[in-house]
């Protein structure tokens, strides 16, 4: 089997079909925007706990947390100085404790962030690097090197960071350091021994917390290319997703996952991992969740699917067919911290939520495991007119447009002004627009016709019907412009998802009893007459 086959590696066991994750609706919790209990504007971690409550009823599974770590926050977070202990910007160890353990109480599994490519420049072990001579056993840890040029002026290679700009930094000394994201984010040399063994130790201290599993920041980073060969090419953040680059999605990343699929299967209760991985096939995306590697991959090709019935239908075929080749779950993401909410993305305004409330159906129809972004069950759309002095996403350092504030605007849960009941406070971190007094927790839960009420609806009938779940899919012979399929229980019920992609109305044959839509319908002589940008279930029983 060569490294990057999808074939199942020689006496390597198949997951447990019954396993929680295979089927699993996973919720991101944005820390910093989730609910602040300080009244410091700022989400922390006995905000989270106290809407655990809300969460349950919701209906998910287990929580995702983003990172609340101790750090200087160059990055919110993904710039770690010290991965065992709690920033006090969030709360204490002990809150993460009471957190874990009331989350289990609620029925709720929770996922940690790892930030494994990089660390801040103020942990321990970069301050040291910084301290000690070049070649020194400190600098090793990180990736180091000589300049180009007579004097070294020039940077080791052209790569570029993620953020824009060169990824190298020089130091007084005339050494450079990588860092493929912030200059404040360098890069670990994950060929170092004291890296891996560092990390596995990380892995333990929160197992041994009782964590469910961890999502795996930049799991298609560690690995760079031998000799860190130049790119060849100019803007490279535009060849992510789309090329191997020398410095991401390397086979050798693969030798890492398996060390901690290890760690995690020394533990009881089916701990998982879920990569966060940029590939450019989803066959390679599928090499991330080999039987013994991770459990799940983020799946970035569904999320920037078009809103078209033949590419988003590609997309699901394929998807589907590459995991069921490693014998791993699909997932389906919308929206998460890092890209524009899809409201927004599918048009905006009523096009964009009738899109949304439709892809929801869609989503949560289809075999594997989804994901939510936390406000995509109230219809959030992006917040595109934040004031200037609020932006601090050092991503706009690419352009202004590259920003990702306005998906991390903190959630609305009450009220008729912001903050809307985020926190204690007068203020949050980042202003909410004040027409989202019809937004929030409260007003939703009061309109039957809400996005909440249909996430809450739609969760509540996929944790209840056996045709949902983990098990096949089935086309249909629909009208152009639809996405028409069946989804079969062993024991005879079914259920099946119509979307009308297309801009017109549509009839789909309707043998069965209609479940859930996502807008206004027909039923006309056997048939369903769906509007442009809607989707609806029906079940029937087949014996």
Not at 74 to 99: E, S
Not at 292 to 307: G, R, S
């Amino acid at each position: 089997m060569t490294q990057n086959s999808l074939a199942v590696p020689a006496g390597t066991p198949a997951g447990d079909a019954t396993s929680w994750w295979r089927d699993a609706v996973i919720y991101q919790v944005y820390v910093r925007s989730f609910a602040d209990s300080g009244g410091d504007g700022v989400g922390d971690l006995p905000g989270v706990r106290s809407r655990l409550p809300y969460l349950a009823g919701l209906g998910v599974d287990a929580l995702w947390l983003t990172p609340f770590y101790v750090s200087p926050m160059a990055d919110f977070g993904y710039d770690v100085a010290d991965y065992r202990d709690v920033d006090p910007l969030f709360g204490t160890l002990a809150d993460a404790r009471g957190l874990i353990a009331d989350a289990h109480a609620h029925g709720l599994r929770i996922i940690v962030d790892v930030v494994p490519n990089h660390t801040s420049d103020r942990h321990a072990w970069f301050l040291a690097a910084l301290a000690s001579a070049p070649g020194s056993p400190e600098r090793a840890r990180y990736i180091f090197r000589d300049g180009q040029g007579p004097d070294g002026s020039r940077p080791p290679n052209d790569w570029e960071s993620v953020f824009g700009g060169p990824a190298w930094t020089r130091l007084p000394d005339g050494q450079w350091y990588l860092h493929l994201f912030a200059s404040e984010q360098p890069d670990l040399n994950w060929e170092n021994p004291e890296v891996r063994t560092e990390f596995a130790s990380i892995l333990r201290f929160w197992l041994d917390l009782g964590v469910d599993g961890f999502r795996v920041d930049v799991a298609h980073g560690m690995a760079k290319a031998p000799g860190l060969p130049d790119v060849g090419h100019a803007n490279q953040v535009d060849m992510l997703g789309t090329a191997v680059l020398p410095y991401f999605d390397q086979d050798a990343v693969h030798d890492v996952h398996r060390e901690w699929r290890r760690v995690l299967d020394s533990y009881p209760g089916d701990r998982i991992a879920v990569a966060e991985a940029w590939a450019p096939t989803p066959e390679r995306l599928a090499l991330y969740t080999r039987p013994d590697e991770l459990h799940q991959a983020f799946n970035f090709h569904y999320l920037t699917a078009p809103w078209a019935a033949p590419g988003m239908r590609e997309v699901i075929e394929e998807s589907l067919r590459t995991a069921e080749a490693v014998g791993a779950p699909a997932t389906w993401v919308l929206s998460n911290h890092d890209v524009k909410r899809h409201v927004t993305r599918y048009g905006g305004g009523g096009t964009g939520l009738r899109r949304a409330r439709a892809a929801t159906l869609l989503t949560l129809a289809l075999p594997g495991s989804a994901y939510v972004y936390q406000g995509e069950e109230l219809g959030l759309p992006e917040v595109l007119d934040l004031p200037e002095e609020f932006l601090q996403d050092p991503q706009r350092a690419r352009g202004a447009s590259s920003g990702r504030d306005g998906c991390r605007v903190p959630l609305p849960w009450e009220g008729e002004e912001p903050p809307f009941g985020f926190g204690t406070g007068a203020a949050s971190w980042l202003p909410m627009p004040p027409n989202w007094r019809d937004l929030t927790v409260a007003a939703q839960s009061a309109d039957p016709d809400s996005m909440l009420v249909l996430y809450r609806e739609a969760l509540r009938v996929r944790r209840g019907h056996p045709a949902l779940g983990d098990g096949p899919l089935r086309w249909l012979v629909g009208p152009p412009g639809t996405l028409f399929f069946v989804r079969e229980a062993p024991e005879g019920r079914t259920l099946t998802c119509a979307v009308n992609m297309g801009a017109r109305t549509v009839r789909v044959p309707l043998h069965g009893t209609p479940l859930l839509a996502s807008g206004p319908y027909r039923v006309n002589g056997g048939c369903a007459e769906l509007p442009p940008d809607t989707a609806l279930w029906w079940e029937a029983e087949t014996r």
